[in-house]
């Protein structure tokens, strides 16, 4: 999928509120540390994990279903398999009827899935990450593609 950077820098300025689907409480799994990120750049973050529902993770209570979930969401951020998208956009478009984007992360794509949402008036990305393309859209990467800081020239 080809998506323009004017594209998924209104996905971003316009999403608030982001369910994050398959979200893990360990600190070294990437969904985590998106999670983490996102929440430090100002999104609400809603994790969505059944076998964590009712934990704390990053401030926030982590719900077993996105039909948990009280409040309406801007965007769904998809941590999971390719083959379980069809179940959680269904879910989705039942749950939050002004849902405004759904994202699935890298290796997470499903045709079928997302031509639903897009009749829907959903925008869809697929096999991308909000937070790397944040970082790349709004300047925050640095050398080799990773907002590191400074770099030990010893060996």
């Known amino acids: 999928m080809t998506y323009t950077d004017s594209f998924l820098k209104t996905v971003l300025q316009s999403s608030k509120r982001i369910a994050i689907v398959g979200v893990s409480m360990n600190p070294v799994r990437p969904s985590y540390f ?3 990120y996102l929440g430090l750049k100002g999104f ?6 059944p076998g964590h529902a009712g934990k704390t993770l990053l401030g926030e209570t982590v719900v077993g279903t996105l039909s948990d979930i009280e409040k309406p969401v801007d965007m769904i951020d998809i941590f999971r398999r390719s083959e379980a998208v069809p179940a959680i956009v269904d ?5 939050f009827p002004d849902l405004k984007t759904i994202w699935m992360q890298i290796g997470v794509e499903h ?3 997302a031509a639903l949402a897009q009749a829907r008036g959903v925008a869809v990305i697929q096999n991308r990450c909000p937070k790397i393309e944040y970082q790349r859209l709004f300047g925050e990467l640095r050398q080799g593609g990773f907002a590191t800081g400074v770099i030990s020239s010893k060996l």
């Open 34 to 36: 998106v999670a983490r």
């Open 111 to 113: 045709a079928e899935a």
């Open 91 to 95: 879910e989705a478009l039942a749950c």
């Open 44 to 49: 609400t973050i809603v994790p969505v994990n």
